[in-house]
């Protein structure tokens, strides 16, 4: 099959992550009025077991709280709150990350493909040695979009968290861009 008409066969949408809420989401405070803490003996298996969590939930996580007498030293957290949304009928969704300790650093990638009722089909994890942030999320949307063409999907919609890759696959010129036989991967579908 030739690369036009693979483009073609795929309807290719990038979301990015976290910029759309679900109207009908449920808010969960961890441990609640315990919150999340070190302190004290909150059963956090048992409080999770007494819920219903529902893709689209918000479960925000204020890490500030565990610290107790340390969050001094914590500048003040703003937290985005983000959630997972269903594909519409026929489609699949991808989302994928990657990432790497320090820049270069250990990195590694991962993802996973739900159905239009957000069950999980297939994911993966990969470790790719040392690489850059901004490669190494390049390699996570290109290991996904194999995994999901090789599966058969064609219909796919993919969420990723990092604007540098959305930016350089929709705008790079991708024979003077470091990463361009990945961008020209990930377009080639």
């Given amino acids: 099959m030739g690369l036009m008409d693979r483009r073609r066969s795929l309807a290719f949408l990038v979301v990015i992550s976290g910029l759309q809420l679900s109207a009908y989401a449920a808010v969960y405070k961890v441990g609640d009025s315990a919150g999340w803490t070190t302190i004290g003996n909150v059963d956090y298996k048992q409080w999770a077991a007494t819920k219903s969590f529902q893709v ?4 925000p996580i204020d ?3 565990a610290l107790g007498d340390h969050k001094s030293s914590i500048p003040p957290c703003n937290p985005t709150y ?9 489609w ?8 790497s300790f320090d820049n270069p650093g250990s990195a590694a990638v ?10 999980w089909l297939k994911g993966f994890l990969c470790n790719l040695g040392v690489g850059f942030n901004n490669t190494i999320e390049l390699w996570a949307l290109r290991q996904g979009i194999i995994l999901t063409w090789d599966m058969g999907i064609r219909q796919l919609i993919i969420e990723i968290d990092s604007p540098a890759s959305l930016h350089a696959i929709e705008h790079a010129i991708s024979i003077f861009h470091p990463d361009g036989s990945l961008i020209e991967d990930c377009r080639s579908f």
Avoid: E, Q
Avoid at 56 to 59: H, K, L, N, S, T
Avoid at 82 to 90: A, D, I, R
């Fill in 56 to 59: 689209g939930d918000i479960i």
């Fill in 63 to 65: 890490i500030s709280l």
């Fill in 82 to 90: 983000v959630s997972w949304t269903y594909p519409p009928n026929g």
């Fill in 92 to 99: 699949a969704k991808l989302n994928t990350d990657g990432s």
């Fill in 110 to 119: 991962g993802g996973l493909i739900r159905d239009k009722a957000g069950n």
